[in-house]
């Protein structure tokens, strides 16, 4: 073998570390930033689901001036109220991305498929609530202060 043809082996042989290198590095930078887009998108669908929640809450307590003992009584409020039927699949849109699912309602859409976590306070006027996700810190609400009635602790 020539000095030529040794030269050309030897530059071809450095073309592939050099493109196996180039897709290491691509995908050490790529891979992790798609692990935190996927992330993001779920606690923002499960934020959106939490803020569905609170909505059908908030409707439930002026039909009934207070707050359901659970989600189950919630979720029957959903499915016989007259203007809920109505309108849920329209308020509570945002929350599913394939259609709003009542039976999925209470359920974070983690790929865990925990249900949320829900407390009333009732010896307190106004009545108040807790509702978190059991996957992370994300709240709504409290079952001390009034003052956090309704609120969120992301925003």
């Known amino acids: 073998m020539d000095i030529e043809n040794r030269n050309r082996v030897i530059g071809l042989f450095l073309w592939v570390v050099i493109i196996g290198l180039g897709y290491l590095l691509f995908d050490s930078i790529w891979s992790p930033y798609q692990e935190v887009l996927e992330q993001r998108r779920e606690q923002a669908e499960v934020r959106d689901r939490m803020e569905s929640i609170r909505d059908a809450l908030i409707a439930y307590n002026r039909a ?7 989600l189950d009584q919630l979720v029957e409020f959903l499915r016989t109220d007259s203007l809920m039927v109505a309108q849920r699949d329209s308020l509570f849109a945002k929350a599913f991305r394939n259609g709003f699912d009542l039976d999925r309602f209470t359920y974070t859409p983690r790929a865990t498929g925990n249900r ?13 609530y807790l509702l978190t996700d059991p996957d992370s810190d994300d709240r709504i ?5 009034t003052t956090l009635l309704n609120a969120s602790n992301w925003d």
């Open 64 to 70: 009934n001036e207070e707050f359901p003992e659970d």
């Open 116 to 128: 949320f976590e829900y407390a009333r306070n009732d010896t307190l006027r106004p009545q108040i």
């Open 141 to 145: 609400g409290s079952l001390q202060r």
